[in-house]
């Protein structure tokens, strides 16, 4: 009975984990560029379970969970056109390359502004690297050539800046963007970037799969909790029982 209680204990807390990681990923379906995180769940004595954010799996009996790590999908989101001359996609590998206040930082997302001196920016301020640095812009007005060159009136003036790590070595400092772990090596320049002006890569989560897990998880963690209170009034009675002994 006390290992029962355990089991549904991890259980819940493993429904938990699992709805605060798919909360996360459906508050950010409308973020460009946002890569949605998958939750590991380890049974006890199996090994681990398909790395994915439902917690169940094929098993011969109840048995504890054990809640894992979290994995990013580097999946690729739907590119969509936006008619926005400040929007680049890259349909092919590679990140877009961003200085920000706490180092390099790598994103997919490609919805860019232009400041009042007309460097390049990401909508959080970030400064989007070219091959000559931060890139600038006279008057705002450019356009982006399929392999990233940066034309003023028909004039090259730089080029896009496009990375291609290795996504083990990537982690995520916030929304859309990535940053390397402290051992990770420079990331090597993308071999096969295709850039599209006017278009932007869209999140890859799936609003409507998210809300779907979202339901399930929740009446899992419900039937959970009836478990755990029904085993906690088995424990009371057969104490009290014991006790009348």
Same mark, same amino acid.
């Given at each position: 009975?006390?290992?029962?209680?355990?089991?549904?204990?991890?259980?819940?807390?493993?429904?938990?984990?699992?709805?605060?990681?798919?909360?996360?990923?459906?508050?950010?379906?409308?973020?460009?560029?946002?890569?949605?995180?998958?939750?590991?769940?380890? /049974?006890? %004595?199996?090994?681990?379970? =398909?790395?994915?954010?439902?917690?169940?799996?094929?098993? +011969? $009996?109840?048995?504890? @969970?054990?809640?894992?790590?979290?994995?990013?999908?580097?999946?690729?989101?739907?590119?969509?056109?936006?008619?926005?001359?400040?929007?680049?996609?890259?349909? /092919?590998? %590679?990140?877009?390359?961003? =200085?920000?206040?706490?180092?390099?930082?790598?994103?997919? +997302? $490609?919805?860019?502004? @232009?400041?009042?001196?007309?460097?390049?920016?990401?909508?959080?301020?970030?400064?989007?690297?070219?091959?000559?640095?931060?890139?600038?812009?006279?008057?705002?007005?450019?356009?982006?050539?399929?392999?990233?060159?940066?034309?003023?009136?028909?004039?090259?003036?730089?080029?896009?800046?496009? @990375?291609?790590?290795?996504?083990?070595?990537?982690?995520?400092?916030?929304?859309?963007?990535?940053?390397?772990?402290?051992?990770?090596?420079?990331?090597?320049?993308?071999?096969?970037?295709?850039?599209?002006?006017?278009?932007?890569?869209?999140?890859?989560?799936?609003?409507?799969?998210?809300?779907?897990?979202?339901?399930?998880?929740?009446?899992?963690?419900?039937?959970?909790?009836?478990?755990?209170?029904?085993?906690?009034?088995?424990?009371?009675?057969?104490?009290?029982?014991?006790?009348?002994?």
């Amino acid at each position: 009975m006390i290992s029962g209680l355990y089991t549904a204990a991890s259980g819940l807390m493993a429904q938990m984990a699992k709805m605060e990681t798919l909360s996360q990923n459906l508050a950010n379906a409308g973020t460009s560029g946002f890569k949605g995180d998958l939750l590991v769940v380890e /049974g006890a %004595g199996r090994g681990p379970l =398909q790395p994915a954010l439902l917690v169940e799996g094929p098993a +011969a $009996g109840p048995q504890p @969970v054990r809640i894992g790590r979290r994995v990013t999908d580097f999946g690729r989101g739907l590119i969509r056109e936006t008619q926005n001359p400040l929007d680049v996609a890259n349909s /092919g590998s %590679g990140y877009f390359v961003v =200085q920000t206040p706490q180092g390099m930082g790598y994103t997919r +997302a $490609g919805n860019f502004a @232009v400041d009042a001196k007309g460097y390049l920016r990401t909508p959080d301020g970030g400064s989007v690297q070219g091959k000559k640095g931060a890139i600038q812009v006279p008057n705002g007005r450019f356009s982006v050539d399929g392999s990233g060159r940066i034309l003023v009136e028909g004039r090259e003036v730089d080029r896009l800046q496009i @990375v291609d790590p290795d996504p083990t070595t990537l982690v995520r400092k916030d929304g859309s963007l990535f940053g390397l772990k402290p051992s990770a090596p420079e990331p090597p320049a993308a071999k096969t970037a295709e850039i599209r002006q006017g278009f932007l890569e869209a999140s890859n989560v799936d609003p409507v799969g998210v809300m779907t897990q979202l339901m399930v998880s929740l009446r899992a963690s419900e039937a959970y909790q009836r478990a755990i209170h029904a085993l906690d009034q088995s424990l009371n009675q057969a104490a009290s029982e014991l006790g009348r002994i």
